[in-house]
């Protein structure tokens, strides 16, 4: 998952959180402004009694103190005005049949869901009545005592919510539109960065990354940056190791060969003269098989010498060296076609201009064709080969060498070979800065090369 979704789905969680936390404390105080109302209620209807009582203590000094209590006129519309809506005012002791003086209760917020009018008495509580005196300095004044009315005090309540919800919804919702957006602006120049590194996996090292104005990303372009210089010159410097290892390796394969030809192939001269001597000598009287024995000894001195030679010719300079390339090539191919009638068909397909082709490149090209065939001859059962060289157009253009067979073969096994051979082609094309490809054919496997004829 993507850094800036991740970042965007934590953002809109913590939204939701916090918008539920507004809801809950929203209900919270909706419900308990009721408590509030109910008290300021009872305070200004005990306060209004409080007037009362003492005009009608004046205005009835005759009477005892103790007897003067609120006449009927205290439920009046001036009272009513006092009181809360939800809210009930009666007075203590009450007269017989009076009821409680309530505030406008009908119409009061919207209908609340079932599940809400359940939930939040059951969380929250019930409201409790407030008693207020009428007079602190007289308590046979009486009191008031105010109730809450619960269904109304939970419309208000759902009000409220409905009421609040809105803003916050909207908010929440400019707040993650807006932080999402300050974060994909944020973490945009990471593309930047992901692109240097994708280049520098395809080998292009140096890569040159913007300015970032964010400190981190600056450091971590930065850090790109000396990355991939280092992992220039580590190559560069590896490239050149190769070279110097393929041309040491290349001179002993010469000296190896001028031994084994002076010393092996005389030895073996002299072994198949002696073997012919001994032959002739006793071809006429042959009594305890000696002529058959150094006939069988002349066979094997051919089949080492043959051997010799094929080994020479692998051990030895290069033909491109001395014929080019494009005449090399076809000798390849002529002298495995020569070795034998029942070897594989291979086909040779040459394209573009490999006259002036010359060099390491043209070595390296000549070695892969070499030990690609090598290993479709001698360890497939193709019928099939076709060897494929091409040079690109440009100044600076490739040679393209695939060969191809249709003897089988598990690409990813022989990709994964440490064999001498693949081995070897391998690190000549790192060495040329070019590159090799293992891949399935049709019928069997492919082998694809790309050398750089600039390097």
Same mark, same amino acid.
């Given at each position: 998952? !993507?850094?800036?979704?991740?970042?965007?789905?934590?953002?809109?969680?913590?939204? =939701?959180?916090?918008?539920? %936390?507004?809801?809950?404390? %929203?209900?919270?105080?909706?419900?308990?402004?009721?408590?509030? /109302?109910?008290?300021? +209620?009872?305070?200004?209807v005990a306060q209004a009694l409080q007037g009362l009582y003492w005009h009608e203590l004046l205005l009835r000094s005759s009477r005892m103190r103790e007897h003067l209590l609120p006449v009927p006129?205290?439920?009046t519309?001036?009272?009513?005005?006092?009181?809360?809506?939800?809210?009930?005012?009666?007075?203590?002791? =009450?007269?017989?049949?009076?009821?409680?003086?309530?505030? *406008?209760?009908?119409? #009061?917020?919207r209908t609340p869901p079932r599940w809400f009018a359940a939930i939040v008495p059951t969380f929250l509580g019930s409201h409790a009545e407030v008693v207020r005196p009428v007079s602190p300095r007289a308590a046979a004044a009486g009191t008031v005592v105010a109730t809450p009315d619960e269904a109304a005090s939970i419309s208000l309540a759902w009000d409220y919510i409905l009421n609040v919800i809105d803003v916050a919804l909207l908010m929440a919702a400019a707040i993650a539109l807006l932080a999402s957006l300050?974060?994909?602006?944020?973490?945009a120049p990471a593309r930047s960065?992901?692109?240097?590194?994708? !280049?520098?996996?395809?080998? *292009?090292?140096? @890569?040159?990354?913007?300015?970032?104005?964010?400190?981190?990303? &600056?450091?971590?372009? $930065?850090?790109?940056?000396?990355?991939?210089? $280092?992992l220039k010159?580590?190559?560069?410097? !590896?490239? /050149?190791? @190769?070279?110097?290892? #393929?041309?040491?390796?290349?001179d002993e394969r010469? %000296?190896?060969?001028?031994?084994?030809?002076?010393?092996?192939?005389?030895?073996?001269? =002299?072994?198949? /003269?002696?073997?012919? @001597? #001994?032959?002739?000598?006793?071809?006429? *009287?042959?009594?305890?098989g000696i002529a058959q024995d150094a006939r069988m000894i002349s066979q094997a001195t051919h089949h080492l010498m043959a051997s010799l030679r094929d080994a020479l010719k692998r051990l030895r300079n290069p033909l491109p060296e001395e014929l080019g390339l494009e005449a090399s090539l076809v000798n390849l191919v002529d002298?495995?076609? +020569?070795? +034998? &009638?029942? *070897?594989?068909?291979?086909q040779l397909d040459l394209k573009g201009d490999l006259t002036d082709i010359s060099g390491p490149a043209a070595t390296t090209a000549y070695r892969v064709a070499q030990e690609c065939l090598t290993n479709a001859l001698r360890h497939g059962a193709a019928r099939e080969i076709s060897l494929h060289v091409e040079r690109c157009a440009g100044e600076d253009g490739a040679l393209l060498i695939r060969v191809e067979d249709d003897g089988g073969g598990d690409a990813e096994r022989v990709a994964r070979s440490a064999g001498f051979g693949l081995t070897g082609i391998r690190e000549r094309v790192t060495a040329a800065g070019g590159s090799l490809s293992i891949l399935p054919a049709r019928r069997g496997l492919s082998v694809a090369a790309t050398i750089p004829l600039a390097a």
């Open positions: 998952m !993507r850094l800036v979704l991740q970042l965007v789905a934590r953002l809109l969680l913590i939204v =939701a959180l916090c918008l539920g %936390a507004a809801t809950m404390w %929203a209900t919270f105080d909706a419900y308990r402004s009721v408590d509030h /109302a109910t008290a300021a +209620s009872a305070q200004r006129e205290w439920r519309l001036e009272t009513v005005k006092l009181i809360a809506p939800g809210v009930c005012v009666e007075f203590q002791p =009450a007269t017989a049949f009076e009821r409680p003086l309530c505030g *406008q209760s009908q119409g #009061i917020g300050a974060i994909a602006h944020t973490l960065i992901v692109t240097a590194l994708q !280049r520098m996996a395809r080998g *292009q090292y140096r @890569t040159k990354l913007p300015r970032f104005r964010s400190m981190e990303l &600056a450091m971590i372009g $930065r850090a790109v940056e000396a990355l991939g210089s $280092r010159e580590a190559t560069e410097q !590896r490239a /050149a190791l @190769t070279r110097r290892l #393929i041309e040491i390796r290349d010469r %000296a190896l060969a001028r031994e084994l030809h002076d010393e092996f192939g005389q030895n073996l001269s =002299a072994i198949l /003269a002696f073997a012919n @001597t #001994i032959e002739t000598a006793n071809a006429q *009287q042959d009594h305890n002298s495995w076609r +020569s070795q +034998s &009638a029942t *070897q594989p068909t291979i």
